[in-house]
């Protein structure tokens, strides 16, 4: 168990759960109309799975330039995330 926290890999795990909760909640709206809109939905999503593909990396020993164009990304979703808010 240590390990498998250790080495990231439930990392993995949980970004796919995300992947999947975004789905399947992009499919309900467009089925009902209902919930959240997936423009929404997918910035704040994508925003939080940068973050942990930062801490991946990081987990990993990977080269810093790939932990910080995770943040970078994680950056990018997040303020188009506020632009789409502020309206």
Known sequence: MTEWIGSGRVLDVIVLGMALEGAALTWLFRRGGRGVAP?????????????????????????????????????????????????
Do not use: I, Y
């Not at 910035?43 to 990396?57: D, F, H, P, Q, W």
């Open 39 to 87: 423009g929404a939905l997918w910035l704040n999503l994508l925003s939080g799975m940068c973050l942990l593909a930062a801490m991946r990396a990081g987990l990993a020993g990977a080269w810093w330039g790939w932990v910080s164009l995770a943040l970078l990304g994680a950056l990018a979703f997040h303020l188009a995330d506020l632009r789409r808010m502020w309206r």
